[in-house]
């Protein structure tokens, strides 16, 4: 396994208390796996993708381990994790069009973070010009200032940047979410192709978008309210997923070819609850049409058929 998590939880520090933002998150990625991450905002996608290489200063590490390629992150510790970023993990962070400093110039940029890592840029600049070229970018592009490229452009000299020391993992927090939709494209594809090219290992893949995940991801981990719902071959979230979450929030997605104006798309009725104080039991119970008496009871996140996990009572049969 390429990586391994059990029982991770992390929360966020507020005056009113803990926000259990990730709550006992456990789950595997394999080598060469594209892991797209979904759910409503605010339900700890970020939160996830964030814990497995920096916790920012509201994060408190509350508990569980991480496991790459068969070492422990120590996550806990944000000085520890120096060692690893960007050589064993490293992120396209969100908004990552704004991530590289306007006052540097790509190149110049690009030295200095190779060199804080202790690498020699004019070795490894032969290999950033090949990534460039195959991105699509003209290589004078490492003489210009952020502000000169396009969004596009941006984003996938990030996707350059972020991988150019060969991570084992990749997490790409909603690289697509501020492009028009021929660039997302673009990007999607890009990504899928420095997976082939060897270039990471394996990948998460972070986005609202459940159709870009169709594009890229080999399998969907589900997510809802800090909570881990659903994971499956992303054919089978899309066509056949179990857990009544997962199939609410399919059904809200518009289907090409479909004209709403005589079909109206299905939502899903309530609120997420407060992570500031959760309710007990399964957590989307308030809002879930099977919901019954064995639901004040939290569902373990177990196997409910081949490749395919989820944490609902009536799915894994314990119904009665």
Request: net charge neutral; with cysteine; aromatic share 6%.
């Amino acid at each position: 396994m390429s990586l391994q998590v059990s029982d991770l939880k992390v929360y966020y520090r507020t005056l009113a208390g803990d926000v259990k933002a990730l709550d006992g998150a456990t789950f595997s990625i394999a080598d060469k796996e594209i892991m797209g991450l979904a759910g409503e905002s605010g339900c700890g996608k970020s939160t996830l993708g964030n814990s497995l290489i920096r916790l920012d200063g509201r994060m408190r590490y509350v508990g569980g381990s991480v496991n790459l390629d068969g070492n422990e992150l120590p996550v806990w510790d944000n000085q520890g994790m120096n060692e690893f970023r960007f050589r064993d993990v490293s992120v396209i962070p969100q908004y990552a069009m704004s991530a590289m400093n306007p006052t540097r110039k790509i190149g110049t940029m690009t030295a200095e973070l190779l060199e804080s890592r202790g690498e020699k840029y004019r070795e490894i600049k032969p290999e950033l010009l090949r990534r460039i070229d195959l991105v699509g970018l003209d290589r004078d592009v490492l003489g210009r200032y952020p502000i000169e490229l396009s969004g596009g452009m941006k984003q996938r000299m990030v996707m350059v940047i972020s991988t150019l020391l060969d991570p084992s993992l990749l997490i790409a927090d909603e690289i697509t979410s501020a492009l028009d939709v021929s660039t997302q494209r673009a990007v999607a594809e890009t990504l899928v192709s420095f997976r082939d090219h060897g270039f990471v290992k394996s990948m998460i893949v972070i986005t609202h978008d459940v159709s870009i995940l169709y594009q890229t991801a080999d399998t969907i981990l589900i997510m809802y309210a800090g909570k881990l719902a659903e994971k499956a071959p992303t054919k089978t979230i899309i066509e056949g997923a179990m857990h009544p979450y997962t199939k609410m929030l399919i059904s809200s997605l518009p289907e090409v070819g479909v004209r709403y104006a005589n079909k109206k798309l299905s939502g899903i009725p309530g609120s997420p609850p407060s992570l500031l104080r959760p309710p007990v039991g399964c957590r989307f119970r308030a809002r879930c049409p099977l919901a019954f008496d064995k639901c004040v009871e939290e569902p373990p996140f177990v196997k409910v058929a081949r490749d395919h996990m989820a944490a609902c009572w009536k799915v894994t049969g314990s119904d009665a």
